[in-house]
């Protein structure tokens, strides 16, 4: 399966289509699909930007664009990162603004055409994010929430990830492999160093993750690859095949 030709990186996380590009892909495709990157505005350790999910969410989004012929969107920045409260620089919306804002999207795209919305969650906290896509499929809409844990787990094996999902929770192994391969001028050093440890959280929601963590980081970071990074890349792009196929065969009627 083939994107859209030309897929510019020139606008760093803004796609570069025009207009005219979004209506020749309409034309050449039976169910026209929306890709959606949501982020975060919240720590990461030392090394790692507060922008890091955004980065993540937006290079899995670039990386199923350039593979399905789908309409990617520009990312939703800040979302619900309440848990990173005690660390400076944090921006949270509550969860009921973000669902409005994901729901609001779907039915602008519906306006004009675009059935599906895929929305590439780069963050754990945005727990309401699978509310928005169980609501919406309950109104026969279309509309999927990617990557889920297992294709998570399946990247993860497939590229040589060490550490467990339970281990690898904040600012670990996989996103600094992620940004090392797509954004290397944004992983400052120190993630060598830094890895902690901290696999029993049941109470991460009443104390937040400076419960656990001083540093904000909770993985092991000093196992990151750029080649890690890519084939994680590659994968979370082969598994997206199926929600692809879902979303264009769904009968909403």
Known sequence: MSGS???????????????EDVRTRGAGVSTQVAVLPVGSFEQHGAYL???????????????????YPVHLLPPVT????????AWPGTVSISAVTLHSVVRDIAASL??????????VNGHGGNYVLGNVVQEASARGERMALFPAAEDWEAARQ?????????TDMHAGEIETSILLHAHPECVRPGYESADFVAD??????????????DS?????????SAEKGKALLASL??????????LTAFDAG
Do not use: K, N, Q
């Open 158 to 166: 497939e590229a040589g990830v060490v550490t467990s999902l339970l």
């Open 200 to 213: 029993d959280r049941r109470h991460l929601l009443t104390l937040g993750m400076s419960g656990y963590t």
């Open 110 to 119: 519906r306006r004009s055409g675009v059935e599906a919305l895929v929305v």
């Open 237 to 246: 792009s082969d598994s997206f095949g199926a929600y692809f196929s879902t």
């Open 49 to 67: 930007p507060l922008s890091t999910d955004t980065l993540v969410a937006c290079a899995v989004a670039r990386e199923i664009a350039a593979a």
């Open 216 to 224: 904000g980081v909770i993985g092991r970071p000093s196992l990151g």
């Open 78 to 85: 800040i979302s619900c990162s309440h848990e990173h409260a």
């Open 5 to 19: 030709g030309i897929r510019s990186a020139a606008y760093g996380l803004l796609p570069g289509d025009t207009t």
